[in-house]
């Protein structure tokens, strides 16, 4: 099974901070990562796919990069709607694990 | 719009079984790929089962391995869980999901299983 870390667990930020979110795997999966937000009480919602594509709908801020065993996800500038918990997922080995997120709040 | 329902969700003894289901409309169903994904309580997310499109192929987590059953009727868009010999670890939330071939761009709202010892 391959794992993936997620740091730093917790992220205190203002908005209009930039920041970037990272994410390791055990193993190599090329560019088969997604980045999820999740709000409290709300299902996930898809940012990005294979690494660096921007899912329907999502703003321009938000950015992805990596392959291979290393990845982030960039905020350019933090709007208050942004202040959430990041998953990022791997599909290239089932079963499709999860980071263990990191919490983005405000400072 | 596309639309993910979950129901089936409930308190349940430890050892016990329960059958989730996952009214789906708004896209084409019987052509994608669909998720089952829990989150206990203020935990993280985990994958737990998976079907292609037309059930043939289905996967597990180890975790819920040769306990859970995952299954589909395309004739009225339905996604199933089964869930057997459930344990407190199991207890959850449950979130229907479709997997675009890339990532999973549907979510339902999600259905509590809570399991007590």
Request: charged residues 15%; hydrophobic residues 35%.
């Amino acid at each position: 099974e391959i794992v993936l870390t997620q740091s730093p667990a917790t992220l205190s930020l203002s908005p209009g901070d930039r920041v970037s979110l990272s994410c390791r795997a055990s193993q190599g999966i090329s560019s088969y990562l997604a980045w999820y937000q999740q709000k409290p009480g709300q299902a996930p919602r898809l940012l990005i796919y294979d690494a660096s594509n921007r899912a329907t709908g999502i703003p321009a801020r938000f950015s992805g990069s990596g392959s291979g065993t290393d990845f982030a996800l960039t905020i350019s500038s933090l709007e208050p709607e942004d202040f959430a918990v990041y998953y990022c997922q791997q599909r290239s080995n089932w079963p499709f694990t999860f980071g263990p997120g990191t919490k983005v709040d405000i400072k | 719009e596309v639309q993910l329902v979950e129901s089936g969700g409930g308190l349940v003894q430890s050892g016990g079984s329960l059958r989730l289901s996952c009214a789906a409309s708004g896209f084409s169903f019987s052509t994608s790929a669909m998720h089952w994904v829990r989150q206990a309580p203020g935990k993280g997310l985990e994958c737990v089962s998976a079907i292609n499109y037309n059930g043939v192929s289905t996967y597990y987590a180890n975790s819920v391995k040769g306990r859970f059953t995952i299954s589909r009727d395309n004739s009225k868009n339905t996604l199933f869980l089964q869930m057997g010999s459930l344990r407190p670890e199991d207890m959850a939330v449950y979130y229907c999901a479709r997997f675009s071939g890339v990532a999973i761009d549907y979510w339902g709202q999600g259905t509590l299983v809570t399991v007590s010892a």
